[in-house]
C-alpha cells in the first residue's frame, strides 16, 4: 500500500498582507503557497492564520497570546510592520517587538529557525491609496526600507529564511484590489513565486 503523507502543521503570522484584505479567501499568499506546494507534492497542513488587519508587532503579540499557540509547527511565516511604519512608530521600537516575535516563531517551529520564513513588507506608498492620502512615496518607501532591512538582518542572525517582495509591490503600483491599498490576488501570486522555492528549502531544514 502506498502511505499517505502526513500533513505538515503550518503556521502564517501577520497583517492584513497574511490574511489577504479584499481579495477571496482563498487568495491569499498563505493559501496560495499551500496550494502550489501540495501540486509539488508535498503535504502542508491548511495555514493557521493568526493575522488581523491594522496590526502591528505588538498587537501580533498580543493576538498570539490569545490564540494559546504551542510548539509544534514544522512551517511558520512572519509577515508583519508596516502597520507600525504607518502609525509612525519608531524603527527602533521595531527592531526591539520583531526580534521578540521572530524569537516566538522559532520556538513554535519547535525551536528551529531554519524552517522559519521572514516574508517583507510590500511597499504601499506606491498605491492609489497613498497618493489619495496625500502621502509622500519616497519618504514611505525609505522608512519601509529600513524597517525591511530590520527584519532581514534578524532572519539571518537567527538563522531564518528571509523572501524579499517589496520589489514586486514595487513593479506592480496598480496590481491592486478595489481598495486601492492591498494586493489584488495576481500580486499574491507573484509573491508565492518567490516564497515558495524558500519554503522548499526550509521544509527540508533540520535545524
Known amino acids: 500500500m502506498t502511505s499517505v503523507p502526513q500533513e505538515l502543521p503550518y503556521l502564517a503570522l501577520g497583517d492584513s498582507y497574511t490574511i489577504g484584505e479584499a481579495v477571496a479567501a482563498d487568495a491569499c499568499w498563505p493559501e496560495v503557497l ?3 506546494l501540495r501540486q509539488a507534492g508535498l503535504a502542508p497542513g491548511d495555514p493557521r492564520i493568526v493575522a488581523v488587519t491594522g496590526w502591528t508587532t505588538d498587537e501580533l503579540a498580543q493576538g498570539m497570546d490569545e490564540a494559546a499557540l504551542a510548539p509544534g509547527y514544522d512551517l511558520v511565516t512572519l509577515q ?3 502597520n507600525n511604519q504607518y502609525r509612525g512608530r519608531s524603527a527602533a521600537d521595531y527592531r526591539e517587538q520583531f526580534a521578540g516575535l521572530l524569537a516566538r516563531a522559532i520556538q513554535l517551529a519547535r525551536g528551529r529557525p531554519g524552517r522559519v520564513v521572514v516574508v517583507s513588507i510590500p511597499d504601499w506608498g506606491v498605491t492609489r491609496f497613498a497618493r489619495e492620502q496625500g502621502r509622500d512615496p519616497a519618504l514611505v518607501g525609505r522608512e519601509l526600507d529600513a524597517y525591511n532591512a530590520i527584519a532581514a538582518q534578524a532572519s539571518r542572525d537567527a538563522g531564518a529564511h528571509f523572501v524579499d517582495i517589496t520589489g514586486v509591490s514595487r513593479q506592480h503600483p496598480d496590481l491592486l484590489a478595489a481598495d486601492g491599498l ?7 501570486g507573484l509573491w508565492t513565486e518567490l516564497i515558495e522555492p524558500v519554503v522548499r528549502v526550509a521544509l527540508h531544514s533540520t535545524r
Open 34 to 36: 499551500v496550494q502550489r
Open 182 to 188: 492591498h494586493p489584488a490576488a495576481a500580486q499574491y
Open 80 to 82: 508583519i510592520g508596516v
